[in-house]
């Protein structure tokens, strides 16, 4: 199943998030996503980091 899904890399440092089809999609890593959480003045940090958790693929259409 994975194979059918995009390239995701970060779109923040180009980390290679997940190795797919030669489409690039563009997510978040964990790592970026920690420091853009930390950026934001969220009430609820911890939520909104366990939502940053996985690689937002968003294929384009
Ligand atoms: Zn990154």
Redesign the pocket.
Known sequence: MEAHLPTVV??????L?RRGLPSVSHG??????H?FVRSFPAPHPSSALAAAGRPLASPVR
């Open positions: 970060c779109a923040w440092c180009d980390r998030l978040i890593c964990p790592d970026c996503a420091t």
